[in-house]
């Protein structure tokens, strides 16, 4: 329960934007172009990776809405135009013109105040917090309002991740620079002499050969077969790459008899290499599905993992290179000729051994890299069980030369003097780790290496990319490369910039003034001991969802790596891992089960609430999956003394919304504490609900361009709203429902105010004549398509003429015939399936029986309501009239 007393403020507070209104669409629609361009948009979150990261935008877009209201003092608040840091006014927006567009935000237009979403506005005497920073965005986001910041993580990656995002703005970019260049003169020559090959351009036979940077290594996992001892390299097929330039309609594949790497028209039929005219299928390699191989020699068929655990080990074998050659570019070569694919030669083998030699006997850079075991857990142990594919310390994860690189780079970064300069460039380091492991494979058909992190957990390839640690011209995920975007994320930092679209199109601001960070502070460790009070304007968060991520293991890769530096310099970075057990999630390893994570975030929740102050508001993201219902949120929030305001959809497939299935979709929710309850009926809090959901449909539908699905998350809110008030004191007969109980009920409420195919069907039937107008009418705010009609044989266009099918149509009955074999058969393809049998004289009792539920018996008596035609009720045995039917 809150440890704060307070009176019931849902009555007499005054409410927030956001509580009124907020532009999902607007929103939406820069996240979706954010997230595919964060370089360009917003580049201060690509220095470093974190995990499920929310847009930019959207924390923006949350803060504008929700640190003013109607009783902000003009005093306060300042509006400037970016570039230029002059107050507005005349021409342009100025404070009153930011207080008027507060007042005028609401659910059917919530865009008066979207107009100052370009705008340097600043608040002043605002504090946020966040619980749970993750990567910092929040808290990047609400700092460029000039709030005060406060930001909590039990995760020491998390915590310098956010540091270096928060002093960005505070740095100066030239000293980065020199820093840079400092440690570039010191091991960049030492590094680049390992990534270097004989160009295949050059004459190397008459001494006239040069060598190109190797930008990736291409290797390859064998083991010798359990049964004859034969060699298997662990190929799923023998494509390198697509081919670029003037062969992109080709592909490079590897030739298994002579090591060619040649150009083939298409890499999944007959093929012959052009070096040694062997004749084979590059489709067709050792590796199948499951994690098996087969022996080329002996047909013996076994797992790989068993394959490792016999032999103690597998082999790497080198066989291909990408290359690029500066100085055949500056010739004037084809692009393919002077950026390709090599096979890998005795010279590049030899270079790999030079390399492994030297690391052997550099034992004084060996404190450089990590000396603790990979701790078992359960992304480690049961997700993707590292240990059995041979992996058992961090370093196994490397080769020698990426050891001996990392070391010496890490050293040199180590003598730099200043703190915050040396920090970037670790944390520049550590970025580089995500490209540079043996974890990392290559994407054949987008040119492109993969990171660590692409699945989401420790996925051993069983053809390992070895990138170039420092970098070259071209290539990704080098020191280099990922230096120049930590440099513009620092640069960013110092003078944000916004992009937003405007009638369509994309727009940019010139440079804010503020610098993003001021005022901000941020603790490592767990946020349930935090001991303030009522301090807090607005708790903007993105806690942790149950099922999601493990954090603390995955992050464990960047952690081993960052405490050989940080280990003195900061706390929480002298533990062999990052913290487990206090973490709010669910880990299986750790035997902590939903149960756990929910009575965890039931802790957090009334911390929270006891941070805020008296009007303070909770605001935070959520992944909303079919494992947990929104009546174990909703619980929880009532529970710790909160009462529900607002809820919004963000960029996320509403499908399943409409089809009654569990959903799994994004939402914010808006929340403040409140205590004073009132008691009331289920009948009449049922009554309260239903004109709620009806109105705000109603409303949302004539003003706003929303699909259906998010227009039931909005409405949801609503109801959430009402049950709020009333959380524990609602009765039903002598029982009191339970928060689960109640969203059931709204739930279903809900749904059946979404429309998908089957409900713009039936509306459909009741139209007279219905023409193609009368198709659009409907799909316009549905979650349907045209398309979807067509394909169910539901509607057909003909010559321009529109038609609605049903039963009888020989395409519709062969759509249905096949989804009841398919056992994909919706209740209305069922009851077209059960009046086709039963107009040919056919039992329909089996097939009743076996459909014996509420959905077939609705939509009948739907398509009896549109059609008059109650044979739809005589088909699944209800032999009375429709009337009489509905009144038992």
Known sequence: MSRNPRSDQSGDRTELPIERGFPIERVNEIAEKEGRAKQWYRPIYTMH????????????????????????????????EPGENQTLGGNGLDETDLLHAVSEVDMEDPESLWEFYPKDVRVEDKKILDPFMGGGTSLVEASRFGAETVGYDLNPVAWFVTKKELEAGQTDPEKLQAAFEEVKDDVADEITQYYRTPCPNADHEHGEGHDADVMYNFWVKELDCVSCGHTVPLFKDYRVAKGRYENDDQYNVLCPDCGAVTLVDDWQDDSECTECSHEWVPKEGHVTRGGYYNCPECGQKESITDGIAEADGYDLRLYAV????????????????????????????????????????????????????????????????????????????????????????????????????????????????????????????????????????????????????????????????????TVKGVKYASAPTERYLESGNKLETDKFAQPIGQKSEIHQGDMRKIEAKDEYDLVLTDPPYYDNIIYS?????????????????????????????????????????????????????????????ENGTLAFTYHHSEEESWGELLESLCENEFEVTATYPINSDLNKFIGGEAISFDIVIVARPTEDRQPISWNALRRRIVRTAKETRKILEENR???????????????????????????RGKDIMSAKDVVDEIYGIIQDNTRGEQAIYLDLLEEYNPGYDDLNKHLRHSDASEDQLKEMQLVEMDGGTFSLLDWRDEGRQAYVQDKVDEGDATPLDKAHFLRYRFEEGKSTSEYVGRWSDDDLSDVCEGLVTATGDETYLRMIGVDVSLDEYLDQ
């Not at 995990?51 to 400037?80: H, K, M, Q």
Request: glycine share 6%.
């Open 553 to 613: 293991e995955v992050s464990d890769y960047f952690y081993v790596w960052q405490k050989i530096l940080l280990e003195d310099e900061y706390p929480g970075f002298d533990d062999q891992k990052t913290p487990r057990v206090d973490s709010i999630v669910t880990n299986p390893y750790l035997d902590k089960t939903a149960e756990d994570f929910q009575h965890e975030m039931g802790q957090a929740l009334e911390i929270i609430n006891q941070t805020l102050k």
């Open 49 to 80: 990776k974190w995990w499920a990261r929310r847009p930019g935008c959207l924390f923006r877009a949350i803060s504008l809405y929700s640190l003013l209201d109607d009783e902000t003092d003009e005093l306060n608040i300042s509006v400037y």
């Open 705 to 731: 361009e929303l699909k259906g699905g998010d227009i039931g998350v909005i409405e949801m809110g609503k109801c959430f709203q009402e049950y709020s008030k009333h959380h524990g004191k609602v009765r």
């Open 322 to 485: 990408e290359y690029y050659c500066e100085e055949c570019d500056r010739e004037g070569l084809e692009k393919s000729a002077h950026k390709g694919y090599k096979k890998a030669e005795v010279a590049d083998k030899q270079l790999s051994e030079e390399a492994k030699q030297e690391w052997k006997t550099r034992t004084d850079l060996h404190d450089y890299v990590p000396d603790e075991e990979i701790p078992p857990g359960h992304m480690t142990s049961e997700r993707n069980p590292v240990f059995d594919h041979g992996y058992e310390e961090w370093i196994d994860m490397f080769s020698e030369r990426q050891l001996l690189c990392f070391a010496k780079l890490l050293k040199s970064i180590s003598q730099i003097s200043d703190s915050n300069i040396r920090d970037y460039l670790l944390l520049t380091f550590t970025e580089t780790l995500n490209y540079n492991t043996l974890m990392t494979s290559y994407n054949p058909g987008k040119n492109l290496i993969a990171n660590i992190f692409n699945s989401n957990s420790f996925d051993p390839p069983q053809r390992p990319v070895e990138n170039n640690v420092w970098g070259t011209e071209h290539g990704t995920g080098s020191f280099t490369s990922m230096w120049k975007m």
